[in-house]
């Protein structure tokens, strides 16, 4: 089955630095890859999605790239604000079912 | 848009209860309801697809007994947990994704339901 591999499992950085978040897939047949928000105590919110047949998708501050090549996706957030502090999971599916990162902890300290 | 309603949210109950936790699809259909256990910093985990009409789907290692889903509209469904014990103790959430536009649509979570067993 899918595996989704999700780097760094914490990351700190300053208010209006960017992060950046990594993730990797193993079955080539996955093309949809969304990233979700959880905040404490809550249920993961949709932030932003990709489709296989796009390398590039980008939200105001928040943007996705797609390798499909290499298998990978990478979650960019810019200009960093304290309120994006939460859990941030990966997501890899082929038809139905997401199979998810293990998260990463984003600490944007003010 | 796209609004998911769990409920309760948290509940209390002595071993050897049976607890039930509603899903709610408000703004949309959702022919395909899943839930997923979360242990505390862990990621999330799939217990089971919940397809309205016919029988979920159960994930490998889920008893499917223990864990009773219902999904008889296009907007509600139920995991009961029969017979809780304090090893089911765990964040349940349930997600939706809406009929319209295929099988690869944006899965939409509830706020999930915080089980304790005492």
Sequence with gaps: GENVEQHPSTLSVQEGDSAVIKCTYSDSASNYFPW????????????????????????QRIAVTLNKTAKHFSLHITETQPEDSAVYFCAASKMSTLTFGKGTMLLVSP | ???????PS?????????????????????????????????????????????????EQGVEKDKFLINHASLTLSTLTVTSAHPEDSSFYICSARDRVGGSNQPQHFGDGTRLSIL
Excluded at chain 1, 39 to 57: C, F, M
Excluded at chain 2, 32 to 41: D, G, L, S
Aim: one cysteine or more.
């Design chain 2, 10 to 58: 948290w509940v209390i109950c002595k071993s050897g209860t049976s607890v039930k936790i509603e899903c709610r699809s408000l703004d949309f259909q959702a022919t395909t309801m899943f839930w997923y256990r979360q242990f505390p910093k862990q990621s999330l985990m799939l217990m089971a697809t919940s397809n309205e009409g016919s029988k979920a789907t159960y």
């Design chain 2, 1 to 7: 848009g796209a609004v998911v309603s769990q409920h």
């Design chain 1, 36 to 59: 979700y928000k959880q905040e404490l105590g809550k249920g993961p919110q949709l932030i932003i999605d990709i489709r296989s047949n796009v390398g590039e998708k980008k939200d």
